[in-house]
């Protein structure tokens, strides 16, 4: 019989993804149902003999199916439509008025997918630096909205709490009207928010204490 043989690294990411399948999160975190396809993903993505155009576009195919799981979240309301046929067809219509929040600069990474699949989605953007933010442009309206909030990497969290108190706080914005869509995240990013923010829905496509943290570099360019 043949063994399999590992490097440390493989072996720390085993370990790693076993026991994350072990842990319980809040239902309010809806984490994407693994298959080949998203693994295989998730290995090109962290395979550092990816090209950085290979990179991006199994990237650009990640966050496409994510932000796809995510808007799966957002309201729908019941239509009747003629098809062209003539026959009438009871069918589900997307609740207009929903709003994108990338927090720079990562996030604009996951600008294109989610226009790909809401045409004209208007979009805000947040800065944050070492916790501190030094940026922000939203609509005026934005409290009225439900808010896609775009970050590919979640680790410690501290961006995304930053970020979330901008809107929760400066911008007077629902909890039950966020869904922070993110590609991976550690348990402690994921348990850090949903301790702050129990009512904030959360969409990510996988829970690894070893988050591929180059992401952002590999995806822009600057690494």
């Known amino acids: 019989m043949s063994s399999i043989e590992y490097d440390n690294n493989d072996l ?4 790693a ?5 072990d842990e319980v999160y809040p239902k309010n975190v809806y984490i994407m149902r693994s298959n ?27 966050i496409r199916l994510t932000v796809e799981a995510a808007l799966d979240q957002l309201p729908y309301i019941p239509c009747e439509i003629i098809t ?4 009438s067809f009871d069918g589900l219509r997307h609740q207009k008025g929903t709003l994108c929040v990338s ?15 809401c045409r004209s989605i208007r979009i805000g953007k947040i800065l944050i630096n070492e916790g501190q933010v030094i940026y922000a ?14 970050y590919p990497v979640v680790t410690t969290g501290s961006t ?4 979330l108190e901008v809107l929760l706080k400066e911008y007077q914005c629902r909890e039950s009207n966020i869904i922070l869509v993110t ?11 949903c301790e702050r923010y129990p009512n904030i829905k959360i969409v990510v496509s996988e829970i690894n204490k070893i988050p591929p943290n180059h992401f952002g570099q590999k995806y822009f360019g600057t690494d």
């Open 17 to 21: 993804t076993e026991e994350i399948e």
């Open 84 to 87: 062209p046929t003539g026959h």
């Open 137 to 150: 442009k939203l609509p005026a309206d934005v409290q009225r909205r439900h808010i896609l909030v775009a």
């Open 12 to 15: 720390t990411e085993k370990v």
């Open 160 to 163: 995304v709490l930053a970020g």
């Open 183 to 193: 590609l991976f995240s550690t348990p402690e990013g994921i348990k850090q928010t």
């Open 36 to 62: 080949n396809q998203l693994r295989e993903l998730h290995t090109l993505l962290r395979d550092r003999t990816t090209c950085r155009s290979d990179f991006k576009f199994y990237a650009d195919r990640l």
């Open 103 to 117: 927090l720079m600069r990562s996030g604009e990474a996951m600008e294109k997918g989610i226009r790909e699949c």
